[in-house]
C-alpha cells in the first residue's frame, strides 16, 4: 500500500499549487508557442513554468525520479524505483482561454506501476486525490467509478480539440452522450470520481498527461489500458509515451472495445 505520507506530499503540492495559480488570471494570461513560436506547437505561460519548479522543489526526495513536461527530461530517473510524473498545467489551452477544463496533475509510478495520483482544478475548486489501496476523495469525500452496467446513456469524455477536428464523428451519440472536455488529467480524475462514466484517447499521449489520473481511475475501482484490457500499463518508460490510453468501469470494457473496433 502506498504510504499515508506520498497521499500528504501530494496533497501540499497541489495546495502550493493553487497559491501559485490565484496570482492568474484564466482567458488573460500571456502564453508563448513551445519550439519558438511555431505555429500549430502548444502553448506555454508563465504559471506552466512557476508551478513546475515549485513541484520538483516539494514532491522528489533523494533516490526518486523527476519526469515533467516542463523539464528536460534526465533518463537517470529509469534507475529509479520511485518516480514523480507530473504535468504542471494540463490544459494549457483552456487556461489561455479561460475554460474552466485544466488542472494541476501530479502522479507517483512505483516499480513501473502509477500507484497514487492527484489532480487540482483551480478554476472549479475540485481537487481529486487517491491511491491504489486507499481509495479516492473528492473533496475530501470518498468517491468510486460509475457502476453504470453499460455504455447505453454514459457520458463518456472526448478531448475537446479531437471534437472540434470531427474525430469523435462515427459514434453512437444516440447510445451514449461524447461530452467535449480539455485537460486529459481532468477527465480521466472526472471518471475516477464517478462524475462521467469513461474516457479514452484518439491520439498517442505523454506520461505526464496521464500518469495521476491512471492512478485515481485504478484507486477507484476502474480499468485502464492501452493495447488490451488486463494487461497493465507501463510507466516510467524510456520514450514516456503511450499509443492510446482507455479508461472505464470494468463492467463496461468489452462494449468500450467493441464500439471502437465498430467505427473503426
Keep these: ?26 482567458g488573460e494570461v500571456e502564453a508563448r508557442r513551445k519550439s519558438g513560436d511555431i505555429p500549430g506547437f502548444d502553448p506555454v505561460t508563465a504559471a506552466d513554468t512557476e508551478v513546475d519548479t515549485l513541484l520538483r522543489g516539494l514532491l522528489p526526495r533523494a533516490g526518486e525520479g523527476w519526469l515533467s513536461e516542463e523539464t528536460i527530461d534526465d533518463p537517470e530517473r529509469l534507475k529509479c524505483r520511485r518516480v514523480w510524473v507530473v504535468d504542471p498545467l494540463d490544459g494549457t489551452r483552456e487556461f489561455v482561454e479561460g475554460i474552466p477544463e485544466w488542472c494541476v496533475s501530479i502522479g507517483l509510478v512505483i516499480d513501473g506501476a502509477p500507484m497514487a495520483g492527484g489532480i487540482l482544478n483551480p478554476a472549479t475548486g475540485q481537487k481529486i486525490l487517491g491511491a491504489r489501496g486507499r481509495g479516492v476523495v473528492l473533496d475530501g469525500h470518498l468517491v468510486r467509478i460509475s ?58 499521449k505523454h506520461e505526464w498527461d496521464v500518469a495521476a489520473g491512471a492512478a485515481l481511475v485504478l484507486a477507484a475501482g476502474g480499468t485502464v489500458w492501452e493495447s488490451t484490457p488486463g494487461e497493465p500499463v507501463p510507466f516510467n518508460r524510456p520514450k514516456p509515451k503511450l499509443t492510446r490510453l482507455l479508461a472505464v468501469p470494468p463492467q ?11 467505427r473503426g
Design 252 to 262: 463496461m470494457v468489452g462494449e468500450v472495445e467493441a464500439e471502437i473496433a465498430r
Design 1 to 26: 500500500m502506498v504510504p499515508e505520507d506520498d497521499l500528504r506530499r501530494i496533497d501540499d503540492a497541489l495546495e502550493a499549487a493553487r497559491v501559485v495559480f490565484s496570482r492568474y488570471t484564466p
Design 147 to 204: 457502476q453504470r452496467p453499460g455504455l447505453a446513456g454514459a457520458t463518456v469524455l472526448a478531448s475537446r480539440s479531437e471534437v472540434r477536428r470531427k474525430e469523435w464523428e462515427g459514434y453512437r451519440e444516440d447510445l451514449f452522450t461524447i461530452r467535449p472536455c480539455g485537460s486529459v488529467a481532468y477527465k480521466l480524475a472526472q471518471v475516477a470520481a464517478g462524475l462521467a462514466d469513461a474516457t479514452w484517447t484518439l491520439v498517442p
